[in-house]
């Protein structure tokens, strides 16, 4: 069965500093990942995927992320934080064959910016 | 704004009660979604219709059902209530279904259930 599993339910960093987000996968068969991001009272927005081809991922906001099969994992990282950074984001999967339509959510990590 | 549209946006309600959740997807799109986030589950997938039929189902219980009409929204409805059935319900809704798109979410139903 396929999961996500994000390291760290709440994360701080200063304003200015490295944001890292751990996300690892379980899957039998190569998958589609996903980071969303939800800001308070929101619905989720879709920060950058992975289908296939280059394994290193730029998304919106200055955000990327690193398909590494070898240790199944996602990490989504930006160089910088900002305030605006603050928000929950979640790390997600799908199969990437016919008929999977469902997607699969890790239980999301809080992020919060220190100025 | 991600131009899918949920109603209400807030529903109180006791147990045992029935209670109907709507949404309206992003023009042009077929697929809809439905997800239940809650503070120990997380975020489950529900159930996803594509043009009108029922494609998928997750995590959902017997007393919960959904339908997708012609003009392509949907509805949830949530019956037998229990304390338990509190969350935040999300409707996502992407283009055609396939396993790349990306999910477009409205901003989600907040059920209380006393």
């Known amino acids: 069965a396929q999961s996500v599993t994000q390291l760290g339910s709440h994360v701080s960093v200063s304003e200015g500093a490295l944001v890292l987000l751990r996300c690892n996968y379980s899957?039998?068969?190569?998958?589609?990942l996903f980071w969303y991001v939800q800001y308070p009272n929101q619905g989720l927005q879709l920060l950058l995927k992975?289908?296939?081809?280059?394994?290193l991922v730029k998304g919106i906001n200055g955000f990327e992320a690193e398909f590494k099969k070898s240790e199944t994992s996602f990490h989504l990282t930006k160089p910088s934080a900002h305030m605006s950074d603050a928000a929950e984001y979640f790390c997600?999967?799908?199969?990437?064959?016919?008929?999977?339509?469902?997607?699969?959510f890790g239980k999301g990590t809080k992020l919060s910016v220190i100025p | 704004d991600s131009g899918v549209t949920q109603t209400p946006k807030h529903l109180i309600t006791a147990t045992g009660q029935r209670v109907t959740l709507r949404c309206s997807p992003r023009?042009?799109?077929?697929?809809v979604y439905w997800y239940q986030q809650s503070l120990d589950q997380g975020l489950q997938f529900l159930i996803h219709?594509?043009?009108?039929?029922?494609?998928a189902k997750g995590n959902i219980l017997e007393r919960f059902s959904a339908q997708q009409f012609p003009d392509l929204h949907s509805e949830l409805n949530l019956s037998s209530l229990e304390l338990g059935d509190s969350a935040l319900y999300f409707c996502?809704?992407?283009?055609?279904?396939?396993?790349?798109?990306?999910?477009?979410f409205g901003s989600g139903t907040q059920l209380s259930v006393l």
């Open positions: 996502a809704s992407s283009p055609w279904g396939g396993s790349d798109e990306k999910l477009f």
């Open positions: 899957s039998s068969v190569p998958p589609y």
């Open positions: 992975y289908t296939t081809g280059a394994t």
């Open positions: 997600a999967m799908r199969y990437s064959g016919a008929g999977s339509y469902q997607l699969t």
């Open positions: 023009s042009g799109d077929l697929s």
């Open positions: 219709y594509y043009n009108g039929e029922e494609r």
